[in-house]
Antibody
Framework: QLVESGGGLVQTGGSLRLSCAAS????????MSWVRQAPGKGLEWVSG????????HYADSVKGRFTISRHNSKNTLFLQMNSLRAEDTAVYYC????????????????WGKGTTVTVSS | EIVMTQSPATLSVSPGERATLSCRAS??????LAWYQQKPGQAPRLLIY???SRATGIPARFSGGGSGTEFTLTISSLQSEDFAVYYC??????????FGGGTKVEIK
């Protein structure tokens, strides 16, 4: 099970840190992603971290502003979001890729319920 | 970036009828294609991976097909709980992983 938290209302240019707490899943053993969904829109992959070596990857839309990380002993995934823009307003989901070892991003077999981020001026 | 295009945007179907959804990739993704179902206020749920393999617990009325650039999701006999939005996602090229824009299946 994955449970996101940390969403809220923030001003343009502000920062927010999202968390994704895992139970029954060892996050360091899998590739993990953050996927967002703007109001009334489709799904957008935002960022990922491989389980094998903690290599991180980002969509161009967030590169340089967002940082994904993982705290292995707390079994928690994070997304640090800086310089937030109105277009970052969305529900943010954390999701797990299925292959043990975390060498690849693939499809996502376990999703959290999401946390809502609203960026407003 | 691989662009995924789903059609139609909205599909109106009567309960018990068959629904066929399409997904096209801008370049070959082999069989590295997944389908998800999303209901209002809920997270996406994995239905199909590897283009045609059903995820755990998914009813047999859901089937996926295709390879390369053309894929389909078929729901053989629509049940009331199947009315939702469906997304395809490619994972052949990671950076970035990309989703289609979705097909909404609504009650006719």
């Amino acid at each position: 099970q994955l449970v996101e938290s940390g969403g809220g209302l923030v001003q343009t240019g502000g920062s927010l840190r999202l968390s994704c707490a895992a139970s029954g899943i060892t996050l360091s053993s899998y590739a993990m992603s953050w996927v967002r969904q703007a109001p009334g829109k489709g799904l957008e992959w935002v960022s990922g971290i491989l389980g094998s070596d903690d290599t991180t990857h980002y969509a161009d839309s967030v590169k340089g502003r967002f940082t994904i990380s993982r705290h292995n002993s707390k079994n928690t995934l994070f997304l640090q979001m800086n310089s937030l823009r109105a277009e970052d307003t969305a529900v943010y989901y954390c999701a797990k890729s299925p292959r043990y070892g975390g060498y690849f991003y693939d499809y996502m077999d376990v999703w959290g319920k999401g946390t809502t981020v609203t960026v407003s001026s | 970036e691989i662009v995924m295009t789903q059609s139609p945007a909205t599909l109106s179907v009567s309960p018990g009828e068959r629904a066929t959804l399409s997904c096209r990739a801008s370049q070959s993704v082999s069989s590295n294609l997944a389908w998800y179902q999303q209901k209002p206020g809920q997270a996406p749920r994995l239905l199909i991976y590897g283009a045609s393999s059903r995820a755990t617990g998914i009813p047999a009325r859901f089937s996926g097909g295709g390879s390369g650039t053309e894929f389909t999701l078929t729901i053989s006999s629509l049940q009331s709980e199947d009315f939702a939005v469906y997304y395809c996602q490619q994972y052949n090229n990671w950076l970035p992983l990309t989703f289609g824009g979705g097909t909404k299946v609504e009650i006719k």
